[in-house]
């Protein structure tokens, strides 16, 4: 996995049908659950969690790297506490329609690029 890549890719799929919280100007945000549970998906590797603010900021790791393809959403840095998660605790966090919409957004854009 090339993680500049995989960012741009997740760019391109990002929308209002990923996250009710996306914004032209802010893309990531609201991105991070279903994000998270799409590239374990691809990817493989662990969910992880830590406290942002009042609310779960989910994200991954894979082969022991701790990838955050959503933290550009915040204006500051995040304090990374890496605690394991369920796919069923990242799933409260998004809907299956969001989930659908950007596993089939992001699938089509790895097999564009290859």
Known sequence: MKKQIVKQLLRECWS????????????ARGQCSVTALVI??????????????????????????YYDFTAEQFVFSIKYLNLATTREEAFADTNALQYAYLSNAFQQCLVKQN
């Not at 209002?16 to 893309?27: F, G, H, K, Q, V």
């Open 16 to 27: 209002r049908a990923s996250s009710s919280l996306y914004t032209e100007e802010n893309p």
């Open 40 to 65: 374990q998906d691809c990817y493989g590797g662990e969910l992880c969690k830590t406290k942002v603010g009042e609310y779960w900021h989910f994200y991954n790791c894979i082969d022991g790297v």
